[in-house]
């Protein structure tokens, strides 16, 4: 492979990024593939001497870089609100993001009128957030913990773990599908313990 075409190879790559991040609903992600093609189009930029394309490239990595900061040290103002399977907002919820919540949890059962422990997140007054299961002896089972895509950057579930003690509960279980949930798992402090999870809070 000569020089040239790696060259190419590298703006190719950088350019490919910069379109993939704008077909990803979370701007977290977006801004943050976004910034990884944009430094390797600066690269290109540079070994092929096109000095404007550096430029801008270098103005979009500063741009982004300034917003994931921000976003960052931004604290979101959440609200928790107490609810049940069969609750209004619990079923306005689930059926805004049905589709989305299937996606996430291939096999789900969309019906939670059986549980007796549920929690809407609510930011700005829009529902973001969802947490069902059933509690008993201070313990929850999950059946579902399902968060928007905007949202989907952790601070949801770091909300939850923080103010769940305050509803008497110590400890979490999850026995649902985890085939695109691991990393949520992971950062929430969740630990595998054979065929489930578990949190302590």
């Known amino acids: 492979m000569n020089t040239a075409t790696i060259f190419e190879v590298i703006g190719y790559i950088g350019s ?15 801004r943050i593939v976004n910034t990884i093609g944009s430094l390797f189009c600066v690269i290109y930029g540079l070994l ?3 000095y404007p394309t550096v430029v801008m490239n270098i103005a979009l990595v500063a741009i982004n ?16 609100v107490k609810v049940s399977g069969d609750d209004g907002l619990t079923k306005y919820t689930i059926d805004l993001y049905k589709d989305d919540i299937a996606k996430c949890f291939p096999g789900i059962s ?13 930011h700005k007054g829009k529902p973001v957030g969802i947490m069902l299961g059933n509690l ?19 601070s949801i579930g770091e909300f939850l773990m923080s103010n769940l003690v305050h509803e008497s509960i110590d400890k ?11 990393a949520y798992l992971s950062k929430t402090g969740f630990v595998q313990k054979g065929d489930h999870y578990e949190r302590i809070l």
């Open 16 to 30: 490919a990024l910069v379109l993939l991040s704008f077909m990803m609903v979370s701007v977290y992600k977006l």
């Open 48 to 50: 092929i001497h096109a």
């Open 65 to 80: 870089v300034y917003y994931l900061t921000k976003m960052l040290n931004t604290e979101k103002n959440y609200d928790l």
């Open 110 to 122: 969309m019906d939670f009128s059986g549980v007796n422990c549920g929690f809407v997140v609510c």
């Open 136 to 154: 008993k002896d201070h313990t929850v089972d999950i059946k579902l913990d399902y968060s928007i895509p905007e949202y989907r950057d952790f």
């Open 172 to 182: 979490l279980i999850y026995k649902g599908s985890d085939e695109n949930h691991k």
